[in-house]
C-alpha cells in the first residue's frame, strides 16, 4: 500500500467545508479512482484548526495516477481554499498495519 499525510491548518470557521469537501470526494470521486482505499481527517484536540489529512491507494501507482487527474486538481483547490497556507505532505509505502 502507499499513501500520504498532510498537515493542514484550516482557516477559522471553515472547518465544516472541509469536511463536507472530504464527504465529497470519499462519495463522488473514490469510487471513481482506481486503488483508492480510504483516508481519514483528523481534527487536533489542542488546536481545532490543525487537521491532519491521510488518504490510502492500493499501490504506488494509483497513488501517482490520482495526484497527476485534472478532477483531483480541480477538488484540491477547492481544498486549498479553506486553508490558511499550503499543506506539508509526507508520501510513503504503507509497511505495516495494526
Given amino acids: 500500500m502507499f499513501g500520504t499525510v498532510a498537515h493542514a491548518r484550516i482557516k477559522p470557521g471553515h472547518a465544516q467545508a472541509v469536511m463536507s469537501l472530504m464527504e465529497e470526494w470519499r462519495r ?3 469510487p471513481k479512482v482506481k486503488g483508492a482505499l480510504g483516508g481519514y481527517l483528523l481534527r487536533s484536540e ?3 484548526n490543525q ?3 491521510v488518504a490510502v491507494f492500493q499501490d504506488r501507482d494509483s497513488y501517482h495516477a490520482n495526484a497527476a487527474d485534472p478532477e483531483r486538481d480541480r477538488w484540491y483547490r477547492q481544498l486549498r481554499e479553506h486553508l490558511a497556507e499550503d499543506p506539508a505532505w509526507e508520501d510513503g509505502e504503507i509497511i505495516a498495519q495494526a
Fill in 28 to 30: 463522488e470521486r473514490k
Fill in 51 to 53: 487537521m491532519v489529512m
Fill in 46 to 48: 489542542k488546536d481545532p
